[in-house]
């Protein structure tokens, strides 16, 4: 079973400054999918960016960039230029390539709350 | 752009109750998914449904639990009879294919008295 460990539970950031925040996991699959997921306190889960195992470049969306090392199961996500709006909690999520059930759950870790300083 | 919908965002059954958690998923998605989150835990899947029937299921998700998509929009999560453990935030996802991307509802806060 896969597993995935996020192990700062809070982290803090100055307004415009840059933060990273860590994820781990752990798989003996060779193709799988990497997310990091935005939950804001109005709840709903945000994708806020996804990475593909097979593809060596590490994935961008505007501010927001990851450090994936497949060999070593990490993958990071950094938010550069930090805004009052990132202030929420972060999760890193796995999920299969392949599934023979035809179901393509997704593995969270527990979560980082991200505040944001002004 | 289009969302999933669920309802209600907040429901408080006493223990032993039977409770329905409703959502309504993207209208073109055919994958569909109940997860759940423990006040401080991480998010846990619970089940997902594709092509009217469960695909796969949790250990979480025992006979106490069903689901359903009754009419071609809805899809249902049923807890027959509530336990305080089973108080969390359920939250809903769909997609269009397997593996394209999830889709979360804003969730239901479930409180079991």
């Known amino acids: 079973a896969q597993t995935v460990t996020q192990s700062q539970p809070e982290m803090s950031v100055q307004e415009a400054e840059t933060v990273t925040l860590s994820c781990t996991y752990d798989t003996s699959e060779s193709d799988y999918y990497l997310f990091w997921y935005k939950q804001p306190p109005s709840r709903q889960m945000i994708l806020v960016i996804r990475?593909?195992?097979?593809?060596?470049q590490n994935a961008t969306e505007n501010r927001f960039s990851v450090n994936f090392q497949k060999a070593a199961k990490s993958f990071s996500l950094k938010i550069s230029d930090s805004q009052l709006g990132d202030a929420a909690m972060y999760f890193c999520?796995?999920?299969?390539?392949?599934?023979?059930?035809?179901?393509?759950?997704?593995?969270f870790g527990k979560g980082t709350k991200l505040s944001v300083i002004p | 752009e289009p969302e999933v919908t669920q309802t209600p965002s907040h429901q408080v059954t006493q223990m032993g109750q039977e409770v329905i958690l409703r959502c309504v998923p993207i209208?073109?998605?055919?994958?569909f998914y109940w997860y759940r989150q423990i006040l401080g835990q991480k998010v846990e899947f619970l089940v997902s449904?594709?092509?009217?029937?469960?695909?796969?299921k949790s250990e979480i998700f025992d006979d106490q639990f069903s689901v359903e998509r009754p009419d071609g929009s809805n899809f249902t999560l049923k807890i027959r009879s509530t336990k305080l453990e089973d108080s969390a935030m359920y939250f809903c996802?769909?997609?269009?294919?397997?593996?394209?991307?999830?889709?979360f509802g804003d969730g239901t806060r479930l409180s079991i008295l």
């Open positions: 990475q593909e195992a097979y593809k060596q």
């Open positions: 449904f594709y092509n009217n029937e469960i695909s796969e």
């Open positions: 209208s073109n998605h055919l994958y």
């Open positions: 996802a769909s997609s269009y294919t397997g593996r394209s991307n999830q889709h």
């Open positions: 999520a796995y999920r299969t390539a392949y599934s023979g059930a035809g179901s393509y759950q997704l593995t």
